[in-house]
């Protein structure tokens, strides 16, 4: 297998980390505000704790890789004058956002995690439902992106 594969599948490896996790964590605080189960917090806050590392260590390899992709085909992409250009500058919008937002999620699960009180599956559910749509919709962009 030759590098800018390898490098691809694992740029596609790491969103699939970010989109995946995040729809886990969604899917537990979903369940959790229903269920009233013992033990859906200690399940969310366990799963949200364990994604938060794994996110930001996802995110570190697909900024790598996006910007040695942007590096190795730069001089050969279109400007920011046409539309992939433009879906460029939104898909680059889109992931600014993504991690604004990883940020404010990422402090609540450690603040609930310090405090060793029960997650609040309401802010959860919201917080990691943005996280899934914000992130799909830089996957769909990155799509658009590299097949047009």
């Not at 297998?1 to 980390?17: C, E, F, I």
């Not at 269920?35 to 969310?44: E, N, R, V």
């Not at 500058?89 to 940020?103: P, Q, R």
Request: charged share 10%.
């Amino acid at each position: 297998m030759d590098l800018h594969l390898a490098v691809r599948w694992l740029h596609v490896l790491a969103a699939t980390v970010i989109v995946g996790g995040a729809a886990l964590c969604w899917a537990l605080a979903v369940h959790g505000r229903s269920a009233k189960l013992p033990g859906q917090a200690s399940a969310l806050g366990f799963a949200a704790e364990r994604y938060e590392w794994a996110f930001w260590i996802a995110l570190g390899v697909i900024v790598a890789t996006g910007v040695g992709n942007l590096g190795a085909y730069g001089e050969a992409l279109p400007g920011p004058g046409t539309a992939w250009g433009r879906a460029l500058a939104l898909k680059l919008g889109a992931v600014t956002l993504l991690i604004v937002g990883s940020v404010v999620r990422t402090f609540a699960v450690v603040r609930a995690a310090s405090e060793e009180d029960r997650m609040s599956f309401a802010t959860m559910h919201h917080l990691y439902a943005a996280t899934v749509l914000v992130a799909a919709g830089v996957v769909g962009l990155a799509e658009y992106l590299a097949h047009g």
